[in-house]
C-alpha cells in the first residue's frame, strides 16, 4: 500500500472518515486510498490523538445571534439535574454508550467524584432528557468553557432526533452565556453516526 506522510500539516475536515489511517505519532499520519463508490482519491482531515493514542476530530461551531430551538421527540422532557436521582442512571447510559463505541467510563464513585471536582463543572450544564417511564433517554454533559465533553442517547431513542434536540439545547444555553462557539471532540471510529450528525448541525474540524 502506498502511503503519504504528513506532518502537522493541518486540513478541512472532509465529509467523510477515512478508514484503516495509520497513525506513527502526534502530527504524523498515514492515510490509504479510499476506495467507496463515491470516493476515489485520498482525503485527508484534521486529525489529533488523545492521551490514550485514539484519534479523534476536534470541532468547533460558531454561535451566532440566532436562538437555537430545541424540538424534543413526543415523551420526552429535560430535567434539571439531580445527582440523588440522576447520576446512576446517567453513568449508566454513558458506560454503554461509551462500550459500543469502543471506549469506557470509570466506575460511578471515581466517575462522579472526578465530575463534581472538576473546576468546569456546572450541574446546569448536565442536561437530561428523562422518558415518559422514568429512565434517561439522553445526556449532554457540557463544561463552563462551552465544551460539550459527553453526549449519549439510550439505543431505543436514537434516529428520533433526541442527540440534534440535546445539541441545539446545548447550543442555546452557551449561546445565552455570551460563548462565542461550542467545541467538542469525536473519535474517528465512532460507529454512532455521531460525525454525521455534528456536521449536520455545523461543526466544522479547527484549523
Known amino acids: 500500500m502506498q502511503t503519504i506522510n504528513v506532518d502537522r500539516e493541518k486540513f478541512r475536515l472532509a465529509g467523510m472518515i477515512i478508514s484503516d489511517l495509520k497513525f506513527e505519532s502526534i502530527g504524523n499520519l ?16 484534521q486529525l489529533h490523538l488523545d492521551m490514550n493514542h485514539r484519534p479523534y476530530f476536534h470541532l468547533r461551531k460558531i454561535l451566532d445571534q440566532t436562538s437555537y ?9 429535560l430535567e434539571m439535574f439531580d445527582a440523588d436521582k440522576h447520576a446512576v442512571g446517567a453513568h449508566g447510559l454513558l458506560a454503554s454508550a461509551f462500550a459500543q463505541g469502543g471506549g469506557s467510563v470509570p466506575p460511578l464513585e471515581s466517575w462522579w467524584a472526578a465530575l463534581r471536582g472538576n473546576p468546569e463543572f456546572d450541574p446546569a ?17 457540557c463544561w463552563t468553557s462551552a465544551y460539550i465533553k459527553d453526549l449519549a442517547v439510550a439505543s431505543e431513542w436514537r434516529r428520533r432526533g433526541l ?40 461543526m466544522e474540524a479547527l484549523v
Open 125 to 141: 450544564l448536565l442536561f437530561i432528557a428523562m422518558d415518559g417511564e422514568e429512565q434517561i433517554a439522553g445526556i449532554a454533559q
Open 30 to 45: 498515514h492515510g490509504r486510498m479510499c476506495d467507496t463508490e463515491h470516493c476515489k482519491h485520498v482525503i485527508f482531515c
Open 69 to 77: 430551538d430545541a424540538r424534543w421527540p413526543a415523551g420526552i422532557r
Open 163 to 202: 442527540g440534534e434536540a440535546l445539541l441545539l439545547h446545548a447550543f442555546e444555553c452557551f449561546r445565552q452565556r455570551g460563548a462565542p462557539h461550542v467545541e467538542l471532540k469525536v473519535e474517528i471510529d465512532n460507529p454512532s453516526g455521531a460525525l454525521r450528525l455534528y456536521q449536520r448541525m455545523g
